[in-house]
């Protein structure tokens, strides 16, 4: 498949535990943050977004997390799963515009 | 409802020549975005198109212009390639653009420049 990032940090977990992926950003000032998640030779996938109004947000089996004193925000996949493995990015950006900046993403490993 | 599509999927070029890639967006989103992704910068935002008009810009030299059609379609364009242009290229598109909207991504064209 094709490669998003030849030296990504990555985080392997063992399948069914819980995984835990960090973004630091940096712009003090974006109000909005999206994580997608990408597979090999597609495009990146929405997984799940919150705004700088909130501090925790939660979906299907993640949950995201927002600390804007330290401009940190992680996602927690709980019970990974083979099918979870992909490359994570978070993006920052501001409310009133599209143009995203992107982490450099994690790439999340599950070992079986 | 469909998806966001690219075409094509895969390009090989060589320097000095010039591209057009064409994205279609899911239908009723009028705002479409370019990106740029290479292992060595990320994801990279190029532009973004709303009503035809080219409403943001990233920071990636003339040489990178694109379009929107009265449909919303849009292409983007890169004039005298360079090897270092060879990434893989991401539209993606929301409803209006504005406020935090979501962006739903196409698979991206490959592009090779030799």
């Known amino acids: 498949g094709e490669s998003v990032g030849l030296h990504l940090p990555t985080l392997s977990v063992q399948e069914g535990d819980n995984s835990i992926i960090n973004c630091a950003y940096s712009n003090s000032a974006s109000d909005y943050f999206i994580w997608y998640k990408q597979e090999s030779g597609k495009g990146p996938q929405f997984i799940i977004d919150i705004r700088s109004n909130m501090d925790k947000r939660q979906g299907q089996r993640v949950t995201v997390l927002l600390n804007k004193t330290v401009k940190h925000l992680s996602l927690q996949i709980a019970a990974t799963q083979p099918g979870d493995s992909a490359v994570y990015f978070c993006a920052e950006g501001l409310n009133y515009g599209q143009n995203f900046v992107f982490g450099p993403g994690t790439r999340l490993s599950v070992l079986p | 409802k469909a998806g966001v599509t690219q075409t094509p999927r895969y390009l090989i070029k060589t320097r000095g020549q010039q591209v057009t890639l064409s994205c279609s967006p899911i239908s009723g989103h009028r705002s479409v975005s370019w990106y740029q992704q290479t292992p060595g910068q990320g994801l990279q935002f190029l532009f973004e198109y709303f009503s035809e008009t080219q409403r943001n810009k990233g920071n990636f030299p003339g040489r990178f212009s694109g379009r929107q059609f009265s449909n919303s379609r849009s292409e983007m364009n890169v004039s005298t390639l360079e090897l270092g242009d060879s990434a893989l290229y991401l539209c993606?598109?929301?409803?209006?653009?504005?406020?935090?909207?979501?962006?739903?991504f196409g698979p991206g064209t490959r592009l090779l420049v030799l």
């Open positions: 993606a598109s929301s409803l209006e653009g504005s406020g935090g909207e979501t962006q739903y």
